[in-house]
């Protein structure tokens, strides 16, 4: 059996005046795990991670902590630490005194106190800086200082909210490399709280997608990104290309859609139990599955108008429209030589009937037997 450090089983949340934060939260976390927590703005992140550290009370449900229930105990029993968005780091004191500090209240002597900031200071890399206070450290200094202080108490698992959200672009894109290469060489469980579907994906090795509060997806980045389960995950991972229709028939593991007046050929995923044939359906289909031009060996095809192309870096995304206000987007690599279109030019967009995946509905509040 694996080591789960974390175990949540069936977690709610209602606060006074009856807003339910969360809802039947279950998830397993195992040791030495990156868990990253993604959702909008309101959807319970914050409220989950609080409630790990004992600074939010269950509604109902149980925590375990390396096996041990900890619901009713406080974060000081716990064994976890959390990094706030803000920092909090305290002005008046040094980098060194500020990872310190835990250590001193814990009453470690002084000379050991001393070997094990050194020791975290030179893991975060700020050991050059010790003297500094936080007002004349760049923000991401502070942050590196703020992760110092959370790890110096060694906790089994570190809890951060939003840990690179008061940073600007590239130095998140600097601090996610470190974050990640920190958690690895100290071992200790991380669960990240992040609105950013980048943050999420590239640094977790579990993805807990997350929607009124509720969870609508556990699993790795990449099943996340290959086989989003519903609407909202397939909605909210960005790169995919959403189409409604009405189920006309089902042949084995496939069915065929109605859509903006065409048949579409495409997949039944193996969880999906039940299709409701005469219904109106959900299914998406991946920027990057998504091909221009007539690909006789590719099952689907629908013309579209060119509108519009974004780039990032060699990857391009061209965007058609289907019909009024229904856009696709195509994603791919392209050279400075290969044509490029004119605005209204109609081209035929292809994907194979593997590249289509049926979506079942969301989970909502109201659908739970409560
Ligand atoms: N102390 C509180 N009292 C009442 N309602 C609260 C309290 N804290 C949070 N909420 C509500 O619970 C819901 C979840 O809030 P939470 O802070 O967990 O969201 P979040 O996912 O962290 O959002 P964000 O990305 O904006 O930080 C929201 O509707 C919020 O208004
Ligand atoms: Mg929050």
């Known amino acids: 059996m694996a080591e789960y450090d974390v175990v949540i089983e069936h977690v709610d949340k209602t606060f006074p005046g009856n807003t339910r934060a969360v809802i039947d939260f279950n998830a397993e976390i195992e040791q030495g795990e990156f868990v990253s927590m993604?959702?909008?703005?309101?959807?319970g992140k914050t409220t989950l991670l609080r409630m790990i550290g004992g600074l939010e009370e269950a509604?109902?449900?149980?925590?375990?902590?390396?096996?041990?229930?900890?619901?009713?105990?406080?974060?000081?029993?716990?064994?976890?630490?959390m990094m706030f968005q803000s920092f909090a780091l305290f002005?008046?004191?040094t980098v060194f005194q500020n990872v310190?500090?835990?250590?001193?209240?814990?009453g470690m002597d002084k000379d050991q106190r001393a070997a094990k900031v050194w020791n975290m200071l030179e893991t975060v890399a700020m050991d050059q800086l010790a003297?500094?206070?936080p007002s004349d450290l760049s923000g991401g200094q502070q942050q590196r200082v703020a992760l110092a202080r959370a790890l110096i108490s060694e906790p089994t698992v570190l809890l951060l909210d939003e840990p690179l959200g008061a940073l600007d672009y590239n130095l998140r894109q600097t601090m996610m490399v470190e974050l990640k290469k920190i958690q690895q060489e100290t071992g200790i469980t991380f669960i990240m709280v992040t609105h950013s579907q980048q943050e999420a994906m590239s640094m977790a090795d579990k993805v807990i997608v997350m929607s009124d509060a509720m969870v609508q997806q556990i699993g790795t980045s990449r099943e996340i990104h290959e086989t989003p389960r519903n609407r909202f995950v397939a909605d909210f991972i960005g790169n995919n290309n959403m189409f409604k229709g009405v189920i006309q028939s089902r042949s084995g593991s496939m069915v065929f859609v109605q859509a903006n007046d065409q048949l579409y050929y495409i997949r039944v995923p193996e969880y999906i139990r039940q299709v409701?044939?005469?219904?109106?359906a959900h299914f998406s289909v991946r920027a990057d599955l998504m091909h221009t031009g007539d690909h006789p060996d590719m099952a689907n095809k629908v013309r579209g108008s060119y509108v519009a192309t974004e780039?990032?870096?060699?990857?391009?995304?061209d965007v058609f429209e289907i019909e009024p206000g229904h856009f696709v987007?195509?994603?791919?690599?392209?050279?400075l030589s290969d044509t490029s279109y004119q605005i209204g030019e109609m081209e035929t967009l292809s994907f194979t009937a593997d590249s289509g995946m049926l979506l079942e509905e969301a989970r909502k509040p109201e659908d739970l037997d409560l």
């Not at 993604?38 to 959807?43: D, R, T, V």
């Not at 390396?66 to 064994?79: A, F, Y």
């Not at 987007?329 to 050279?335: D, F, G, M, T, W």
């Open 38 to 43: 993604l959702g909008p703005s309101g959807c």
């Open 311 to 317: 780039f990032l870096g060699t990857l391009e995304t």
């Open 59 to 81: 509604t109902t449900g149980r925590i375990f902590i390396s096996g041990k229930d900890v619901t009713d105990l406080p974060p000081s029993h716990r064994d976890t630490s």
């Open 131 to 133: 003297t500094r206070r």
């Open 329 to 335: 987007h195509v994603e791919q690599h392209r050279k």
């Open 276 to 280: 409701p044939i005469g219904q109106e």
């Open 91 to 93: 002005p008046h004191r």
């Open 100 to 106: 310190e500090f835990s250590l001193k209240m814990r």
